[in-house]
C-alpha cells in the first residue's frame, strides 16, 4: 500500500508510518495503525530475541483497552499471563497479607513475540538490528514518525529545543534481576542490613519466573559497595541478603545493572509530523507498574486518534490532549510512590500492620474505602491497632488529646483569611459570626479563626482582623461563647500572626497582594526585601526595639485570646508573613544574631513562641502553622524543615501544622491531591511530634487514609468547608456513622440523611 492508497473504510488516504524503536509501545502502535490500513516500518537496533528486563504488568484497564482495539492481540496475551490477587509484605520477619488486588503479568520476551507476530501478520515492516534513520530524515520522507525510542530517546535529544524535555533523577538505586520460580504474590520485602534499609519487589511473570527488583538509597547504595559490583556479583550479595523470600535460589540478570530512575517530562509530545510515545515522552516510577502499560495506552490513544481526526497534526494534537491528564496524574502517583521508597528508612519502626497500610496506599491511588473494598478483614485490622473505638466508628471520628483539650474527632477547619472586617479596624463582626459558627455546627472538631493580627501594623489589608483592641477581644468572644453554647463539643482555635513585609495590601479579590492605592502603613520584615521587587513596599529591617515590641504585641493577644475563651493556639510562622521571614534563607539577609544559620534565624519566632505560651494557660494547646519548603532554589530545606519543627516540639509546640511555600513571589509549588502532606509526614516521623496535614486533602477517604498510614495526626480541611459548611457530618452521613464524634446539632437531625433527588 502507498501513501496515496485508502485505508479499508477511511475516506482519507492511508499514511506512510514510520516507527522508530521495536519495544511494546512502538510495536502495538505499528499493529494498531497497520490495522488502519496505513503503511508501517519499524526500526529496532536489537536483534527480535533481545530484550531487557523479565516481566511486564498489565492492569485491568490497559486490557480492557487491547480488547476493544483487537481482540487477536487480546487473546493472544489472555493465553500467557499470570495473574494472583495478593501483596505480601515482609516487616521485621512479619509477613502481612492484603488481599482482592488483581494483577495480570506476562514474561516481556513472549509480549514481544506476540507483537512481532501481530505485526507480521498486518505487513508492518520490521528492520531489526538496525539504527532509524534521523527524526529529521524520518519526516521528511513519511506522512507520521512515532519515536518510541525509550528513555533514552535519540529523537527527543534532536528535538530537544521543540520538545523541551526534564529529567529529574531520583535518589535510589536499582537493579531488575529474576528468579526462576513463581512467587504466589506481589511481595514487598524489607531488609534492614549493617549498610541501611533495601528493599525487594517481585512478583511472577510465568509459572516458572519472576521479576525481582532490589533497591536502595544510594548511600546505602555506596555503603554496601554495590557500586563495585559487576551483574553477576551483584545478584548473588542479593539472593543473599533476601535469602529467605527467595527459599534459597539464585538470582540472574539479563545485562543488568544498577540504575538511578529517571523521570521523564516534555512540554510537548509532538513536532511536526513526529511525535514522542511511552518512555520517549514521560516515565513513571517501577513501584507503581509499569512503564510498558503506559506506552501501550499511548499506542491505544495515539492509534484512535489518527482514525478520528482528519490529518496528522489533528491527530497528534487530540492524542496528547487524551494522554497528557492520565499521564500526569499517573507521574503524581509515581513521584509520590518513588519518594515513599526513598524515604523508607523513616517508616521501618512503624507498626506492622501500620507500615503495610502506609506502603499500600503510598501513591494514593489506593485508599482506605479502596482497600477496604479489596480486603475489609485487613483493613479492620489495621483500624483496630490505629485506636477506632469499634468496628462502625471511622480512623477520622477517633479522638485525639492534646493537652486538656480532646478532640473529639481528627477533622480541622483551616484558617482561611475572609478579609471581611468591619470598618476597616479589624473587628470581627456578624460574617464572622455566621462563618464560623456555620462550620463549627457543621461537625468538625476545631474550627480555626482566620490569621488574627496583633497589631494594626500587621495586618495584611484593610479587611483583616485583630486581637489588640478591647472592642476586638469582644467581639471574638461573642464568637467563642457562640461556638461552645451552640455546637457544644467543638473546639474554637485562634491564629496569632503579623503580616511582615506582605503587610499594607489590598483585599484578595481586589488583587492579591497589589499594595493599597492609598492608605498604607509602614512594613516591617527580618530583612529590608520587598515580596514582589519593584511592585510591593521596602520593609523596613527590624530594629531590636522593633522586635521586642512585637513580641510584647504577640503576648498581649494570647492573652486577650484566652480572656475571649479560645481552646487553642496557633502560632502563625507560614506564609511568608512576619515570623516566616525570619525562619527562610530567601528573606532574612540579617548578619545580627537574628539571621545567618538556621539556630539563629529561629531566635525571634521562638522568642514570640516562649512569650507567647508563657501567659496562654497551660491545660490549653498551642500549635505552630510553618512552611516547610519555599518551593525555591536556597529556600528552606528538607532537613530545615525538621529542624524548624523540633525546635517548637521542645518548646513546648502541642502540633506542628504542616504548610508549605507563600513566602517568595518566584515560588513554583508541585499541585496535586494532599499535595503537602508529605511534608508533615517526614516531620512526623522525624520528631515524634503530632502534626497537622494541610494542602488539597478533599475527601473524607483522603482523611481516613492519611491517619491510618500514621502520616499526620488531624487534617486540616479549607476549601471543602468552603463549599459545604457541614462537610464533616455529611463525611459521617456518607459513611453510615452515628456516633459520638459527629453529633448532629439538635435542629438539624431531619437533614442527617441525604434527601433523594429525582424521581427516584
Not at 236 to 257: D, M, V
Not at 287 to 312: F, Q, R
Not at 464 to 473: D, F, R, S, V
Not at 479 to 484: E, G, L, N, R
Amino acid at each position: 500500500m502507498t501513501a496515496g492508497t485508502m485505508p479499508a473504510g477511511s475516506a482519507r488516504p492511508a499514511l506512510r508510518v514510520a516507527v522508530v524503536g521495536g519495544g511494546p509501545g512502538g510495536l502495538y502502535a505499528a499493529a494498531l495503525l497497520a490495522r488502519q490500513g496505513h503503511t508501517v516500518e519499524v526500526w529496532e537496533r536489537n536483534a527480535p530475541e533481545d530484550t531487557f528486563g523479565f516481566g511486564v504488568v498489565l492492569s485491568d484497564e490497559t486490557l480492557g483497552g487491547i480488547e476493544r482495539a483487537d481482540t487477536v492481540v487480546y487473546a493472544a496475551l489472555g493465553a500467557e499471563f499470570v495473574r494472583w490477587d495478593d501483596i505480601d509484605i515482609v516487616h521485621r520477619g512479619r509477613l502481612l497479607t492484603s488481599g482482592g488486588h488483581g494483577f495480570a503479568a506476562l514474561g516481556r520476551r513472549r509480549l514481544l513475540e506476540i507483537l512481532h507476530e501481530r505485526c507480521a501478520g498486518l505487513g508492518v515492516t520490521l528492520r531489526f538490528r538496525t539504527g532509524a534513520p534521523a527524526a529529521a530524515v524520518l519526516a521528511a520522507s513519511y506522512d507520521l514518525v512515532v519515536a518510541a525510542d525509550g528513555v533514552h530517546s535519540a529523537t527527543r535529544q534532536s528535538g530537544a529545543a521543540h520538545f523541551r524535555p526534564t529529567l529529574t533523577g531520583g535518589q535510589c538505586r536499582y537493579i531488575w534481576l529474576a528468579a526462576d520460580f513463581a512467587f504466589d504474590a506481589f511481595r514487598f520485602e524489607i531488609a534492614e542490613t549493617e549498610h541501611g534499609v533495601m528493599q525487594l519487589h517481585a512478583y511472577p511473570y510465568s509459572a516458572d519466573g519472576s521479576t525481582v527488583i532490589v533497591e536502595m538509597h544510594e548511600r546505602v547504595w555506596r555503603a554496601a559497595g554495590f557500586d563495585l559490583c559487576d551483574e553477576a556479583e551483584s545478584a548473588a550479595r542479593c539472593a543473599k541478603i533476601f535469602g529467605e523470600a527467595l527459599r534459597g535460589r539464585p538470582l540472574h540478570g539479563n545485562r543488568s545493572a544498577w540504575t538511578e530512575f529517571r523521570t521523564v517530562v516534555n512540554e510537548r509530545w509532538s513536532h511536526g509530523n513526529v511525535v514522542l510515545l511511552g518512555d520517549a515522552a514521560h516515565t513513571a516510577h517501577f513501584s507503581i507498574g509499569s512503564g510498558t502499560k503506559l506506552a501501550v495506552e499511548d499506542a491505544l490513544a495515539l492509534a484512535e486518534a489518527v482514525a478520528a481526526e482528519p490529518d496528522v497534526p489533528a491527530a497528534l494534537a487530540a492524542y496528547e490532549s487524551a494522554r497528557r491528564p492520565a499521564v500526569a496524574s499517573t507521574q503524581r502517583a509515581a513521584a509520590a510512590s518513588m519518594r515513599w521508597f526513598e524515604e523508607l528508612a523513616g517508616y521501618v519502626d512503624q507498626p506492622a500492620r501500620q507500615f503495610a497500610f502506609n506502603l499500600l496506599t503510598r501513591s494514593r491511588r489506593v485508599t482506605h474505602d479502596n482497600l477496604r473494598l479489596r480486603d475489609e478483614r485487613f483493613t479492620r485490622a489495621v483500624e483496630r491497632d490505629f485506636g477506632c473505638p469499634d468496628e462502625h466508628t471511622p480512623p477520622m471520628f477517633t479522638p485525639l488529646k492534646l493537652r486538656g483539650l480532646t478532640l473529639r474527632n481528627r477533622v480541622v477547619v483551616s484558617p482561611m483569611d475572609m478579609y471581611s472586617a468591619q470598618d476597616g479596624d479589624g473587628t470581627p463582626g456578624d460574617f464572622h459570626l455566621v462563618h464560623l459558627g456555620a462550620r463549627a455546627l457543621g461537625g468538625a472538631a476545631l474550627v480555626m479563626t482566620e490569621m488574627v493580627c496583633v497589631s494594626p501594623e500587621g495586618r495584611i489589608t484593610p479587611g483583616c482582623t485583630g486581637l489588640y483592641t478591647a472592642e476586638q477581644a469582644a467581639a471574638w468572644t461573642r464568637i467563642a461563647d457562640f461556638v461552645h453554647a451552640c455546637a457544644p463539643g467543638t473546639a474554637i482555635g485562634v491564629q496569632l500572626g503579623h503580616s511582615g513585609r506582605k503587610g499594607s495590601t489590598r483585599l484578595m479579590w481586589e488583587g492579591m497582594d497589589d499594595p493599597l492605592p492609598e492608605g498604607n502603613w509602614p512594613v516591617a520584615a527580618a530583612s529590608a526585601l520587598p515580596y514582589r521587587p519593584g511592585v510591593s513596599a521596602v520593609p523596613r529591617a527590624m530594629t531590636p526595639e522593633d522586635l521586642a515590641s512585637v513580641r510584647s504585641d504577640f503576648a498581649a493577644a494570647a492573652v486577650r485570646a484566652a480572656d475571649c475563651g479560645f481552646d487553642l493556639l496557633e502560632l502563625h510562622c507560614a506564609h511568608g508573613y512576619l515570623l516566616s521571614g525570619f525562619l527562610s534563607p530567601l528573606t532574612n539577609h540579617r548578619t545580627d544574631a537574628y539571621g545567618g544559620p538556621l539556630e539563629n534565624r529561629l531566635r525571634f519566632p521562638l522568642e514570640v513562641f516562649d512569650a507567647v505560651r508563657a501567659v496562654w494557660p497551660d491545660d490549653r494547646p498551642m500549635t505552630v502553622r510553618i512552611s516547610a519548603t519555599d518551593w525555591a532554589p536556597g529556600g528552606t530545606s528538607a532537613q530545615d524543615a525538621v529542624d524548624i519543627a523540633a525546635a517548637f516540639a521542645a518548646h513546648g509546640a502541642d502540633a506542628i501544622d504542616v504548610s508549605t511555600g507563600q513566602v517568595v513571589a518566584d515560588e513554583a509549588p508541585e499541585y496535586g491531591r494532599s499535595y503537602q502532606t508529605p511534608y508533615a509526614d517526614r516531620i512526623r516521623g522525624a520528631v515524634g511530634v503530632p502534626v497537622i496535614a494541610v494542602g488539597a486533602i478533599s475527601s473524607w477517604d483522603d482523611v481516613n487514609s492519611l491517619l491510618l498510614a500514621g502520616r499526620a495526626d488531624l487534617c486540616a480541611v479549607g476549601r471543602p468547608h468552603l463549599y459545604d459548611p457541614h462537610w464533616t457530618l455529611h463525611a459521617a452521613a456518607d459513611q453510615s456513622y452515628e456516633g459520638p464524634a459527629a453529633p448532629w446539632p439538635a435542629p438539624y437531625r431531619a437533614g442527617s440523611r441525604k434527601p433523594p433527588t429525582g424521581r427516584g
